[in-house]
């Protein structure tokens, strides 16, 4: 399901760089591609295929290395800013909630700004215990991750920091879906935020919510999961099952 990934809206990139460069819908669609189809491009409601889209970005005097190049550097900029958007906040006391809340985009233009959107808003309902999250933006995240085949970085920060407003069905859903695709996803770099990613479902769950449907399953594919090469991600499983073995205690 390849349309369906969020691509980093190649079509928002391509309007930028095509206003930047000075060239109109019209100049870039030429005779062959519709006015109508790529102002649908441009604002993610539709896909070119490669034929069409290599077309419209020579019409726009580059070449598809020179417009992939750019948009490579252009994702990888929006990544880096979300991401230490998101760390600042859980990070941040009382005090940079109200700065946090004015990082929500108001008129989002895609739909990565979007699911920007509901990462921030699930961090601040997470920590104020204040809905932020609408249920439209709810049903947004699992239908975009259902529709996902092959995961990036972005689709597991975005379970990652979503499961904080998720209910048990879709926890168990994704936990099942990403650790059945294990041999993708735990090594190299995508080892220890498939790793953070259970953890964190695996607290919300069992912990949190005090959910013990699930947690003989989760328990066991992390003791599976957690090898001696991540000793961090081992110390911090060993705290949050200390931490439930006291709260068990205390009832």
């Known amino acids: 399901m390849i349309d369906e990934k969020i691509n980093f809206d190649v079509g928002a990139f391509f309007k930028e760089i095509r206003r930047t460069r000075g060239y109109t819908q019209k100049d870039a669609g030429g005779d062959y591609i519709s006015k109508s189809q790529l102002s649908r491009f441009e604002n993610g409601e539709t896909i070119l295929t490669a034929e069409k889209l ?17 948009f490579n550097d252009y994702k990888l900029d929006r990544l880096q800013e979300l991401y230490r958007t998101l760390d600042n906040i859980q990070l941040s006391l009382k005090d940079g909630i109200e700065k946090s809340k004015t990082l929500i985009i108001k008129k989002p233009k895609d739909k990565f700004e979007r699911l920007s959107n509901v990462m921030i808003k699930s961090v601040l309902q997470d920590i104020t215990g ?7 933006e709810y049903l947004l995240v699992g239908d975009y991750l259902s529709a996902i085949d092959y995961w990036s970085e972005f689709e ?7 499961c904080l407003i998720l209910d048990e069905g879709d926890i168990r859903w994704f936990w099942e ?3 059945d695709r294990a041999h993708h996803f735990n090594k190299g770099n995508n080892q220890r935020l498939f790793l953070a990613t259970l953890l964190n479902s695996y607290e919300t769950t069992v ?15 992390l003791e599976k999961f957690i090898v001696k090469k991540e000793p961090t991600m081992l110390i911090i499983f060993t705290i949050i099952c200390s931490k439930r073995h006291q ?3 205390r009832r």
């Open 207 to 221: 912990l949190d919510r005090q959910n013990m449907e699930n947690a003989a399953l989760f328990r066991e594919d």
């Open 156 to 162: 597991m920060k975005l379970l990652y920091y979503t």
């Open 54 to 70: 290599y077309y419209a970005i020579t019409q726009i005097s580059m070449t598809p290395n020179e417009f992939f190049n750019a």
């Open 130 to 136: 204040k809905k932020y999250v609408s249920e439209e």
């Open 247 to 249: 709260k068990i205690v």
């Open 177 to 179: 879906m990403i650790t």
